[in-house]
């Protein structure tokens, strides 16, 4: 369960969640019949809805990306919002935007290799530029050296390379906020604990010494 209040059809506004509800559950209260054509639960519009104006603002932002005058390839900005969800650990946004790439006709061998980008053969100049960028953007948090800037310059567009930033950014948000809330397929426990030790350990012996005592 998403860790933030689901709101139901019932108490949802008017004039900004009850459009989208319309539009990806149809007649469904999406609390009380989850589930949305992509196969996901759909918690993350119902969560959202928390707050109309925040729910408005992220809705407008997948009209911009998606909006014909924008300059990037929708082939190279998916590769972007694909990776951001890879590198940022969320299942729910590297599966999404996986669909994407294949409702674009993008192949699947590309599709299957972008967890292994770096070392796949399968991937173009321009691909493998705007994973680069991409991965320097989500998972060195910006820190993109000058000879990779520059290869960035001569492939595009000032206009284009803006565009590639602010969608790729914006999906780390995505992705960051899915695993904080806990909507959608990143509604799991964290994987990383700690593993028991078998019983009769002692951590003194961890390093096969005995603790000195004074």
């Known amino acids: 369960m998403p860790r933030l209040r689901q709101v139901p059809k019932s108490e ?6 009850l459009p989208l509800y319309a539009m990806l559950f149809g007649n469904r209260d999406p609390v009380a019949e989850p589930g949305t054509a992509t196969g996901t639960p759909g918690d993350w519009w ?6 109309p104006a925040t729910l408005k603002h992220a809705a ?3 009209a911009y990306y998606r909006d014909p005058a924008r300059k990037l390839d929708p082939v190279l900005r998916e590769l972007g919002q694909t990776w951001a969800g890879w590198a940022t650990g969320s299942q729910f946004v590297f599966s999404q935007h996986c669909k994407s790439l294949r409702g674009l006709a993008y192949p699947e061998e590309k599709i299957e290799a972008l967890p292994v980008w770096q070392t796949a053969t399968c991937y173009d100049a ?7 960028y991409a ?3 989500v998972t060195h948090q910006g820190r993109v050296p000058d000879a990779l800037f520059a290869q960035l310059k001569a492939g595009f567009s000032d206009e284009e390379i803006l565009e590639l930033t602010y969608t790729t950014c914006m999906y780390q948000m995505h992705a960051v ?5 806990r909507t959608e397929f990143d509604d799991r426990d964290d ?3 700690e593993v028991p030790a078998p019983e009769g350990f002692d951590a003194l012996d961890f390093l096969g010494g005995n603790r000195k005592v004074d």
Request: zero cysteines.
């Open 135 to 137: 991965d320097r953007l």
């Open 12 to 17: 949802a506004d008017e004039k900004v969640a």
């Open 46 to 51: 119902t969560v959202f809805a928390n707050s």
């Open 177 to 181: 906020m899915s695993r904080a809330l």
């Open 191 to 193: 994987p990383i604990t």
């Open 126 to 132: 321009k691909e493998r530029l705007v994973l680069a």
């Open 60 to 62: 407008q932002g997948f």
